[in-house]
């Protein structure tokens, strides 16, 4: 926890500086057990991240706001809020039911683009919460891997 803290206080001290690329695309997966075709858009310190994809039996389309900036010389540091729409089998966190899925997420994360290679990956977690088909409250995380486009 007092980890988290630490990371969240440095946050809010970061300075501005240039963004390392301004967009990329590749996959996203973690839990709870959907994988993302994932695109990522930069402008300046908010970024922006779109996905659609899926696990057995269900499609999800996905959403991200973040504020984003330079950790340090190597990482960039994220955070924010986006939305899940979903459709079929939904086993997000406990029960298994069929529906219409819609929920929202609080997201932190580390990224990192490689300087020799147009790639970066990331890592975030945060907690999700499910309205449809049924209140759940979880937590999640979440790996990507994109190809820098720009």
């Not at 630490?6 to 963004?19: E, I, P, R, W």
């Not at 990329?24 to 930069?42: C, E, F, Q, W």
């Not at 899940?84 to 580390?110: C, H, P, R, W, Y």
């Amino acid at each position: 926890m007092k980890a988290l803290l630490f990371l969240l206080g440095l946050l809010f001290t970061l300075t501005v500086s240039a963004q390392r690329y301004t967009s990329s695309i590749g996959l996203r997966g973690g839990s709870p057990g959907v994988t993302y075709l994932n695109a990522k858009y930069r402008i300046n310190q908010q970024a922006y991240e779109f996905g659609i994809g899926g696990n057995t039996g269900s499609f999800w389309l996905h959403g991200n706001a973040y504020y984003q900036n330079d950790l340090n010389d190597i990482l960039d540091c994220y955070y924010g809020f986006g939305a899940n729409v979903g459709l079929g089998k939904m086993n997000q966190f406990e029960d298994n039911t069929s529906g219409l899925g819609l929920g929202a997420s609080a997201v932190i994360g580390l990224e990192h683009t490689l300087e020799d290679y147009p790639f970066n990956v990331s890592l975030d977690l945060g907690p999700g919460l499910y309205v449809l088909p049924q209140f759940q409250l979880g937590f999640a995380w979440a790996l990507s891997v994109r190809y820098v486009l720009h």
